[in-house]
């Protein structure tokens, strides 16, 4: 969360202005984390314990804010990461960032690109990612070659990770007018790649590029495209939007209304793959 001089956190709470705020905190009567409070000082009232005169401050109302963005490839997607060059907060207009305080929506790693979620709503967040919701995501997946029939089926029945079995929703090759669209989007654009669509409920850490890579077939590029009823149709590599109230209110109701149209058969053996288990990225 984003860090905030400690009068400034005292009057968006109510408490007093800034400059009686300054006056509270020479009198030593305002702490931080149980020590008193340092004129000046940066604070995350969300992650710190803040007293006034003994008594926590009120919560305080935020605008409820939600955004999308086109992730490229070498953007990390965290808040904050001193050791990356680059990550997914700046892809968010400045003034967002310092006043909404918005954090991403679930993950893509550091080399996947396509559709990522903002929001400083945890609510609305927590239906989108939970497991027990069943929200899709669907992905480009560019390979070097073709996949076999084989390795399809194999995809398709399964692959055995150290999670469990895991599955795709959806497997199935990419038009050549889906290509494109999706070309126009990204940068580079790769158009020599070979080119399927993904949809999976699941979430494993790395879930896609492990499947493929069981089924011989390491991913070149991956390309996330759809977050349930949101799709990656008109923002261009590296840039964001805020979400229209219809898009929002869509968003939450996939929660409760899972679009898979065509769930996957299980058949045949599976194959086997290692990994490990972990976070909400599927990439």
């Not at 399964?158 to 889906?178: K, N, S, V």
């Not at 669509?197 to 492990?210: D, E, S, Y």
């Not at 977050?227 to 209110?249: M, N, Y």
Request: proline share 6%.
């Amino acid at each position: 969360m984003t860090r905030e001089r400690l009068q400034k956190v005292l009057a968006s709470a109510g408490i007093a202005s800034r400059r009686s705020g300054e006056d509270l905190i020479r009198a030593g009567r305002v702490t931080v984390d149980g020590r008193p409070a340092i004129l000046g000082e940066q604070v995350d009232p969300e992650m710190q314990r803040v007293l006034v005169d003994g008594a926590r401050l009120p919560a305080i109302e935020r605008q409820r804010s939600y955004w999308m963005a086109n992730k490229p490839a070498g953007v990390v997607s965290t808040v904050r990461d001193r050791h990356a060059d680059r990550t997914v907060m700046e892809l968010l207009p400045p003034n967002v960032r310092r006043e909404a305080r918005l954090y991403p929506v679930g993950r893509l790693d550091e080399e996947s690109e396509g559709l990522l979620l903002f929001t400083n709503d945890g609510a609305w967040a927590d239906l989108l990612l939970h497991p027990r919701y069943g929200v899709e995501r669907e992905y480009m997946v560019g390979l070097v070659r073709s996949v076999t029939r084989q390795q399809k089926l194999a995809l398709r029945n399964g692959i055995e990770l150290e999670e469990g079995l895991a599955r795709f929703d959806m497997l199935e090759d990419a038009t050549p007018a889906q290509v494109r669209k999706l070309l126009d989007l990204l940068a580079p654009p790769h158009a020599e790649l070979r080119w399927y669509r993904v949809v999976l409920a699941q979430g494993w850490k790395r879930q896609i590029r492990r499947m493929f890579e069981a089924a011989g077939q390491p991913v070149r590029r991956l390309v996330r495209v759809r977050v349930g009823s949101q799709k990656l149709t008109d923002i261009h590599a590296g840039e964001a939007r805020p979400l229209a109230h219809h898009e929002v209110t869509q968003l939450a109701s996939c929660a409760r209304r899972p679009t898979t149209t065509r769930p996957a058969k299980r058949a045949a053996p599976t194959a086997k793959a290692g990994g490990a288990a972990g976070h909400d990225s599927a990439e």
